[in-house]
């Protein structure tokens, strides 16, 4: 459920597992405006939906209409996985952490929240889950830029409510300078994504050895990763957080936890 939907991956992973596993039953793509949520969300249970994922701009206003919100969502203020109950209630998680920090861990297993600075772009319900499970994972420091600076201040102002001075908004004209001493920077917005403009950032101040990530998944090398490639830093493509965030959503459903093949991500990759 989302605005738009057609570039996701997620009908093509859900339906992979359903018969991997003999469910019945299928994925579909859901395009809901913005502003129809309030007669979307309770429509999953009338049309017989198990549930559904959550994706832009929906994550954090879809959590309204919840009966119920997984305590971890509530730490991260956004949904991006409702379960339709039982008894037809509604109950919204947050799976969007666990499948970043997996995500690099897959890559780099070695990976450390602690090793240093932390550069986050972007305030949206992506850099609300990452950011809450770098602060969880141990990160000393997490600089916040978004180009509306109220978004970045209100998270990092609501995130100091657990953390203290872990996460700190820096204006976004500073984005330059942000990336220096950094070990991680994030990018959360969808600058990059295919149709979007690329990301505006210099990268002449980021340590050589700084990981970088795109939570964009396409295209798979977003001009960020090609730039950071390029110079020689590590990288960490959006592909890794999409499977592993679906992992549990799925669970959740279907109580089947679904391993990632190496099949499907050929099957994904393919498609990108």
Same mark, same amino acid.
């Given at each position: 459920?989302?605005?738009?939907?057609? /570039?996701?991956?997620?009908?093509?992973?859900?339906?992979?597992?359903?018969?991997?596993?003999?469910?019945?039953?299928?994925?579909?793509?859901?395009?809901?405006?913005?502003?129809?949520?309030?007669?979307?969300?309770?429509?999953?249970?009338?049309?017989?939906?198990?549930?559904?994922?959550?994706?832009?701009?929906?994550?954090?206003?879809?959590?309204?209409?919840?009966?119920?919100?997984?305590?971890?969502?509530?730490?991260?203020?956004?949904?991006?996985?409702?379960?339709?109950?039982?008894?037809? %209630?509604?109950?919204?998680? =947050?799976?969007?952490?666990?499948?970043?920090?997996?995500?690099?861990?897959?890559?780099?297993? =070695?990976?450390?929240?602690?090793?240093?600075?932390?550069?986050?772009?972007?305030?949206?319900?992506?850099?609300?889950?990452?950011?809450? %499970?770098?602060?969880?994972?141990?990160?000393?420091?997490?600089?916040?830029? *978004?180009?509306?600076?109220?978004?970045?201040?209100?998270?990092?102002?609501?995130?100091? =409510?657990?953390?203290?001075?872990?996460?700190?908004?820096?204006?976004?004209?500073?984005?330059?300078?942000?990336?220096?001493?950094?070990?991680?920077?994030?990018?959360?917005?969808?600058?990059?994504? /295919?149709? *979007?403009?690329?990301?505006?950032?210099?990268?002449?101040?980021?340590?050589?050895?700084?990981?970088? %990530?795109?939570?964009?998944?396409?295209?798979?090398?977003?001009?960020?990763?090609?730039?950071?490639?390029?110079?020689? =830093?590590?990288?960490?493509?959006?592909?890794?957080?999409?499977?592993?965030?679906?992992?549990?959503?799925?669970?959740?459903?279907?109580?089947?936890?679904?391993?990632?093949?190496?099949?499907?991500?050929?099957?994904?990759?393919?498609?990108?």
């Amino acid at each position: 459920m989302g605005w738009p939907v057609s /570039h996701s991956r997620s009908p093509l992973i859900h339906n992979y597992w359903l018969q991997k596993y003999g469910l019945t039953g299928s994925y579909v793509q859901l395009p809901v405006a913005p502003g129809t949520l309030a007669t979307a969300i309770p429509g999953l249970k009338a049309l017989g939906f198990k549930g559904c994922n959550v994706t832009i701009p929906h994550k954090v206003d879809a959590m309204a209409f919840m009966d119920e919100v997984d305590s971890n969502a509530k730490r991260v203020g956004a949904i991006n996985t409702i379960v339709v109950q039982a008894d037809g %209630s509604l109950k919204g998680f =947050n799976t969007d952490g666990y499948g970043y920090i997996q995500s690099l861990l897959d890559a780099k297993p =070695n990976w450390q929240a602690d090793a240093g600075p932390v550069t986050v772009l972007g305030a949206g319900g992506a850099a609300r889950a990452v950011v809450l %499970s770098l602060a969880d994972r141990g990160a000393k420091e997490i600089r916040l830029l *978004n180009r509306s600076p109220a978004a970045a201040q209100a998270l990092a102002d609501e995130f100091g =409510n657990e953390f203290g001075e872990v996460v700190k908004a820096v204006p976004w004209a500073a984005r330059h300078a942000a990336l220096s001493s950094v070990a991680l920077l994030v990018n959360t917005t969808s600058q990059g994504m /295919h149709g *979007n403009p690329a990301l505006d950032l210099d990268l002449t101040d980021l340590p050589r050895g700084a990981l970088v %990530s795109d939570v964009i998944y396409v295209p798979l090398e977003t001009p960020l990763l090609q730039a950071a490639k390029a110079r020689g =830093n590590p990288t960490v493509d959006g592909l890794g957080m999409l499977l592993n965030q679906a992992r549990p959503a799925f669970e959740a459903w279907f109580s089947v936890l679904p391993d990632i093949t190496p099949e499907l991500q050929r099957m994904v990759e393919a498609t990108l």
